[in-house]
Each structure stands twice: as C-alpha cells, then as structure tokens.
C-alpha cells in the first residue's frame, strides 16, 4: 500500500494516529497532482520563512537543523547508552565529530571485546543508517537511529537534522521527515490533494495559509 516502500518496508509506524490517516488510504493519489502542489508548498514556505520561524515546535515537527555546527549531534551520540563507551577520550569525541562532517576520519584503536570496542561498532552500524538513502522512508531504520526521544540523520550532504519520533504518528508521507520543508511540503499537497481529514492537527494552520 501507499504506507510501505517497494520492498515492503513500512515507512510510516503502525499506530498513525486515526486523525491523521489519508481519507482514502486505497485511493490514488495522482502523482503529478500533488508533486505539483508538493512544489508549490516549497514556494509558499520559502516565501514566508514558515518552518525556519516554527519547525522547532512540536506541533511542526520539532525540527533542528544542525548546518555546520554538528556538536549537538555528537553530544546526543555520547549521552546514548549504545556509543557512551566511545564518546570519553578527545580522539574518541574527534573521530564522531569527524564523521559527522563528512571528514576524513581514522579511528582510535579499541581493544577486541572491550565495551570500547561494543561501543564504536554500534555507533558505525547507527552512522551507516542515519546517512544512508531514504532513511525516512523506512520505519525500523528509523527506530534504530532514534536518540532519546529525537530521530537525527544527514539529510542532504552535511546537512543534519533532527525532529521529534513521536511526530511519526501523524505522518502522511515517509518523505515528509526528510527535512523541514519536505515537512511542510508533503502536508501541503495533501492538503491540496484532499487526503488529510478535517480532524488532521495540520489543517488549523493549512486552512490559514
């Protein structure tokens, strides 16, 4: 169905809230129609500044979006159980940094067997995820990368970004969580394309735009 990617992978989690959930989940939607209205929704965002001035608050998604200042990432990255055993000594905290700003990065020797050692496969196995392709379209990657109760990946090319998991579950589209105006973008088209209900949280601020 429309919720899960070609191969089947659920992009969207499978308690969406009620209010939330196209009118006609079977119908489709026609491609060109919405891509257009997709499009203008980028204009209408650009032209107002909409998501830089509200995509931090929870209601749009509780966006961050890191540019070139990625610390914040690498401080999440430390404080989480999984990479905590590798986020203690300045090479440690250099090589996550580097990583994230797609630099060269040698890592620190670690001990086989060593929580050390845990510790750092978790965070490649996680660093893989967050950056790969369509990330945002695949439900379990999803729940994999999620840091406390925030989802960080590299949006674009050095371009990190978080935004509240729980905002999932009023999702339309996988593509939406790609980045801020994809958020605003995608909602919009359903908008326009008649798929989001009255009830939907998005249309008190949709019907004003």
């Known amino acids: 169905g429309a919720n899960q990617t070609n191969k089947g992978q659920q992009q969207l989690p499978a308690d ?10 079977a119908k489709q939607v026609e491609y060109l ?67 994230l700003q797609n630099a060269a990065a040698t890592p620190p020797a670690a001990a086989v067997a060593t929580p050390e ?10 660093f893989k995820l967050a950056t790969a392709s369509n990330v945002f379209r695949r439900q379990g990657d999803c729940d994999t990368i999620k840091i406390g109760d ?25 593509y939406q969580f790609r980045a801020p105006g994809e958020w605003f973008a995608e909602l919009y088209a359903g908008f326009r394309s008649k798929q989001l209900k009255d009830t939907h949280p998005a249309m008190e601020w949709l019907k004003k735009l």
């Open 33 to 99: 129609a919405f891509a257009a209205a997709h499009e203008v929704g980028h204009g209408m965002d650009d032209s107002s500044g909409f998501m830089a001035q509200n995509g931090q608050l929870p209601k749009y998604g509780g966006w961050i979006t890191y540019g070139a200042s990625v610390q914040p990432v690498a401080d999440a990255i430390g404080a989480d159980g999984r990479f905590k055993d590798f986020y203690k000594t300045p090479e440690q905290k250099r090589y996550i940094l580097d990583k």
């Open 117 to 126: 050692k845990a510790a750092f496969d978790e965070f490649e196995k996680w």
């Open 150 to 174: 925030r989802i960080y990946h590299e949006a674009y090319s050095r371009v990190w970004v978080s935004y509240l998991a729980a905002a999932r579950k009023q999702a339309l589209t996988g």
């Open 16 to 25: 969406v809230e009620a209010d939330c959930q196209p009118i006609d989940p």
